[in-house]
Antibody
Framework: EVQLVESGGGLVQPGRSMKLSCAASGFTFSNYGMAWVRQAPTKGLEWVATISYDGSSTYYRDSVKGRFTISRDNAKSTLYLQMNSLRSEDTATYYC??????WGQGVMVTVSS | DVVLTQSPATLSVTPGERISLSCRASESVDTYLHWYQQKPNESPRLLIK???QSISGIPSRFSGSGSGTDFTLSINGVELEDLSIYYC?????????FGAGTKLELK
């Protein structure tokens, strides 16, 4: 059974940093591209960042470019999202996804003073 | 960025009826168009991939069609458990984008 389990969310002040993790199991993690998708409270889905199966290629939406970094550790079957210079508009539930095929349960990030 | 326009925003349904949801792209996405269902406080679930390909474990009443810029998700015989929000998403060009969603509610 495929499982994606996010962790690392919570309350953080504007301008500070936070790192999300996503532990994957039930499939060969190193064979698949991965992504982070977020959903602000009562809003729709928004693609945040994508990483290729081997980590050699990454892509970010404009609003997080230069602030967020997606990475992966294939030996640990874990996906990461390092978020720096956080803003109130980054407040959302962040989902780890195997490019849409499977999704984690989501982790809430609240940026507020 | 490719803009996906979903219509209607809300659809009131009666159990048992056949319904169709629309997703229109601002430029061609070929068949790189996927549909998701999201129930309250749950993660999205993939329903249909590449416009019309079925997904294992998804009830056969869900089907998809279209290519290019116009796509349709159909539910043949809506059930109460289908009352959710439905999103389309294009995977043809980065940044991948989602539509704003169609909410299915009980009439």
């Amino acid at each position: 059974e495929v499982q994606l389990v996010e962790s690392g969310g919570g309350l953080v002040q504007p301008g500070r940093s936070m790192k999300l993790s996503c532990a994957a199991s039930g499939f060969t993690f190193s064979n698949y591209g991965m992504a982070w998708v977020r959903q602000a409270p009562t809003k729709g889905l928004e693609w945040v960042a994508t990483i290729s199966y081997d980590g050699s290629s990454t892509y970010y939406r404009d609003s997080v470019k230069g602030r967020f970094t997606i990475s992966r550790d294939n030996a640990k079957s874990t996906l990461y999202l390092q978020m720096n210079s956080l803003r109130s508009e980054d407040t959302a539930t962040y989902y780890c996804t195997q490019l849409g095929n499977y999704w984690g349960q989501g982790v809430m990030v609240t940026v507020s003073s | 960025d490719v803009v996906l326009t979903q219509s209607p925003a809300t659809l009131s349904v009666t159990p048992g009826e056949r319904i169709s949801l629309s997703c229109r792209a601002s430029e061609s996405v070929d068949t790189y168009l996927h549909w998701y269902q999201q129930k309250p406080n749950e993660s999205p679930r993939l329903l249909i991939k590449y416009a019309s390909q079925s997904i294992s474990g998804i009830p056969s009443r869900f089907s998809g069609s279209g290519s290019g810029t116009d796509f349709t998700l159909s539910i043949n015989g809506v059930e109460l458990e289908d009352l959710s929000i439905y999103y389309c998403q294009q995977g043809n060009s980065l940044p991948y984008t989602f539509g704003a969603g169609t909410k299915l509610e009980l009439k």
